[in-house]
Each structure stands twice: as C-alpha cells, then as structure tokens.
C-alpha cells in the first residue's frame, strides 16, 4: 500500500495546486535606513545633546555657561541665575519667586538630563516632546520677546517677538516624535515593542 498522502479533490474535481512559499519580509530593522531616516537621526542626536550638555555643565560646572564654583553638585542652583535675572514680561514676578527654589532645581535639572538622554538613544520621543515643548515654551516665556524694553528701561534686543530658538527647539522636537525619528540609528523600534500598545510612551 502506498503511503503517499492524497490530495483532496475540490467540488469541480481538480486537485488544487500549491503555490510556493512567499518568502518571509525583512524586519524593520534591518532595512537600510533612507537619506531621510539619517538625516533626522542625525538632527535627533544633535538636538538631545543640547538638552545633556546643558545638563552636564550646570551639573559639574564645566566652565562655559556655569563656572566651577557654581556647579549644581557644588551647592549652585541651576535655576537662580537665569530667572532672577528676569526683567521682562507679565510672568516676571512668578520666576523671580521660582529662582532657586529646590523643586524648579530638581524638574529643571530632572527634564534636562532624561530629555538628552531619551532623545539621543531615539526612545520615549513623544514624552520628551511634550516635556521639552513645555520647557522651552517656559523659557520662551522668561524672556518674552515680544517686549521692546524691560522693566529697568533696557532694551531687550529681541530679534524676532515671536520665533525665537526656544520655539524652534519645541518644533524640532515634536517633529522627531511625530516621524518616528528614533527608529533610525536609534533604539526607537525596539523600545515601541516593549511599550506595545501604551503608544503615549513611545
């Protein structure tokens, strides 16, 4: 007896016939990444190390925006200098009482470090675009462009009252987030399939 296995037979009588496998697609990870998945992973890169260097200087005191002596982990605070040195714009009084204050230290310092970090290994873009929007909108409000003069009678020099790079920030970010930047020279794609359907984290 043989022990071929038969065919089944259809309701017209033919022996349907079996196509050849399709072969398996690539994953999204090994295709080659577009000139333009490149570029913005390089704009990724370049813009989170704005945030961490902003963070490590005020941390340590590098010398360049913050001297030694007034590094955060030396007993500065990262937020004194810059908002009580606001003299502009309806928000003035509310910085000047936020200066130095150790929870504006903590969540300023806090936003600074997790945003660099998040968005040069290219994961939690969407957070880091909401944070960092916030951010640079709070920044934006501190200097307040719009303004000729300051409350002193100094002028503010300001370029533009509307965009400034505090808004050109915020826009890169969310940019980043929203073309998925962080999946090119990144870890975007494997962080979106640990977070799965929690799609807000991604």
Known sequence: MSTRPTEKK???????????????????????PTIAGKSLAVLRVATGFIFLWAFLDKLFGLGYATPSKGAWLNGGSPTKGFLSNVHVGPFESMFHAWAGTWWADWLFM?????IGLAVIAGVGLRLSAAAGALMMLMMWAA????????STGEATHSTNPLIDYHIVYALIL?????????NTWGLGR?????VGDRTWLR
């Open 190 to 194: 494997r962080w979106s399939a640990l």
């Open 10 to 32: 259809t309701t017209t009588g033919q022996i349907p016939v079996q196509r050849a496998t399709e072969p398996a697609p690539v994953p999204d990870f090994v295709a080659a």
């Open 174 to 182: 969310i940019a980043l987030a929203a073309a998925s930047a962080g």
């Open 110 to 114: 806090l936003g600074l470090g997790a």
């Open 143 to 150: 200097e307040w462009p719009l303004a000729q003069s300051m």
